[in-house]
């Protein structure tokens, strides 16, 4: 969930470009006094359970906790931009980010960059559930890229049930 | 989230200040006495020459809200609302820098904060 383009924004009067980079500056701002921030993703990185188009809330970071599992928002090393991405794994201080729908996992990225934990995703209007039910499994899930076929054949299987029903 | 997003600003400063935003120091209009600050309950960055204000609208940053931009001379105001300052002082400052008349400025001044107060990005803290 790449969020890097530059996007318009209304402003009094007119519209705004703001760049990937510059939303982080906006995100990091709000996130410092401890509110949350949202905006409009744009990317297919994290499908299923962020779509192009989707709005997230990003919240603080919790004061403990490891983080494996959660969907975050980081700025990316180079400062290009904001990515919305899954920690798989962490060792030390640096956390290993993977979009669900990725063939890679991003690398480790320092905790540092690590901006928020993705609290909500509404689609349409309307709160999306899911993106949070599989908890620190879907680190592991998503490490091996197994999570969006098997939200896949959950969603298939799902479906039949409600047929038969 | 859509559902705890409403016309209140909420979060950021305490009651008292928000009080004050409601109604200025004179108890009614906005005068060149009195004194403002911006509100804990907006967040701007100048970004390629425009300030863009961020307001924290029901205790979030929405950039589905509309955002709020200042000119030159909007920003040269909004960086002075220290609380400190009187409206006057920031006036005077500001007729000095752009070589323009005291009382013209002063009037542009109290009309651009008294919006920005009503739209909550300032608040009256006092009277100088």
């Known amino acids: 969930m790449v969020v890097a383009e530059t996007s318009q924004y209304a402003v009094d ?3 705004v470009r703001l760049t990937g980079a510059d939303l982080a500056e906006f995100l990091a701002a709000v996130l410092g006094r401890r509110k949350p921030f949202r905006f409009v993703a744009h990317g297919a990185s994290m499908y299923p359970f962020i779509r192009d188009g989707d709005a997230v809330t990003v919240g603080p970071l919790p004061a403990a906790g490891s983080l494996v599992g959660d969907v975050v928002a980081f700025r990316q090393p180079d400062g290009a931009g904001l990515v919305i991405h899954r920690v798989v794994a962490r060792h030390g201080d640096r956390c290993l980010l993977r979009g669900d729908n990725t063939v890679a996992a991003d690398g480790f ?3 540092s960059d690590i901006l928020g934990v993705v609290v ?6 309307r709160a999306v559930r899911s993106h949070r039910r599989l908890g620190p499994a879907a680190a592991g899930l998503s490490r091996r890229g197994w999570l969006r076929p098997l939200v896949a054949v959950t969603r298939r299987a799902a479906g039949c049930v409600r047929r038969r029903a | 989230m859509g559902g705890d997003k409403g016309g209140a600003v909420s979060g950021g400063s305490g009651d008292d200040t928000r009080d ?3 109604s200025p120091s004179s108890g009614g209009e906005l005068g060149p006495d009195d004194v403002c600050r911006r509100s804990e309950d907006v967040v701007s960055r100048e970004i390629s020459g425009e300030l863009i204000i961020v307001p924290l609208v029901a205790g979030i940053g929405d950039m589905d809200e509309e955002l709020f931009t200042l000119n030159e001379t909007g920003r040269a105001v909004w960086r002075r609302l220290d609380g400190e300052r009187t409206l006057g002082e920031v006036a005077a400052e500001l007729a ?9 400025v002063r009037a542009d001044v109290v009309g651009l904060v008294g919006e ?5 990005m300032v608040v009256v803290v006092g009277r100088g």
């Open chain 1, 13 to 15: 009067g007119g519209e």
């Open chain 1, 109 to 111: 990225v320092a905790e």
């Open chain 1, 120 to 125: 909500a995703v509404e689609r349409r209007g």
């Open chain 2, 20 to 22: 004050a935003a409601l």
């Open chain 2, 96 to 104: 000095a820098v752009y070589e323009a008349g005291e009382d013209e």
């Open chain 2, 116 to 120: 920005l107060v009503q739209r909550r």
